[in-house]
């Protein structure tokens, strides 16, 4: 399931990859490939997706961010897994992401190897929040969000 939520006018589709798709907001400027889970443990309670980012006029690339199912518990761990790799997150809410730049290129190194991922944490109920998504697709979103933001900072360079 892909996850469409802007109106059309805000962004703009670089492409439907499976399971994932990639997105350009000019106004920003930002790139992004975003999927929503495929399956959640317990019924989600709001919408949940995982995102992989760049950001030209930061300098800011493949920035994994997180929005999770469920309300988790203030005090409990977000880990993401895929590839037989575990990764703790850092997390504000229903919200995560990586701890630092060398794990978001540790994770999406993963994205890329792996066929699912998943992420896990404790709710606020203390039930687990499982949100499993599919990466088919991952790297193709992956790469044509990094390929229009960086054709993106080239235009920035030459103004």
């Not at 992989?52 to 300098?59: D, S």
């Not at 896990?120 to 998504?133: L, M, P, R, T």
């Amino acid at each position: 399931m892909v996850m469409i939520s802007a109106p059309v006018s805000a962004k703009e589709r670089l492409g439907v990859y499976q399971s994932w798709a990639a997105f350009h907001e000019p106004q920003t400027p930002r790139c992004y490939a975003i999927a929503a889970p495929e399956e959640s443990l317990r019924t989600p309670t709001q919408p949940a997706f995982l995102s992989v980012g760049f950001w030209p006029k930061r300098n800011v690339r493949q920035q994994l961010y997180v929005r999770l199912s469920r309300n988790r518990a203030s005090n409990g761990d977000v880990t993401l897994s895929a590839g037989g790799r575990r990764f703790r997150l850092q997390a504000v809410g229903n919200i995560a992401w990586a701890v630092d730049r060398r794990m978001d290129l540790a994770i999406v190194s993963a994205i890329r190897a792996a066929k699912s991922l998943s992420i896990e944490a404790i709710g606020e109920n203390g039930k687990s929040i499982v949100d499993i998504y599919s990466l088919r697709g991952a790297p193709s979103a992956i790469d044509a969000a990094a390929l229009r933001c960086a054709q993106i900072k080239i235009k920035l360079k030459s103004n």
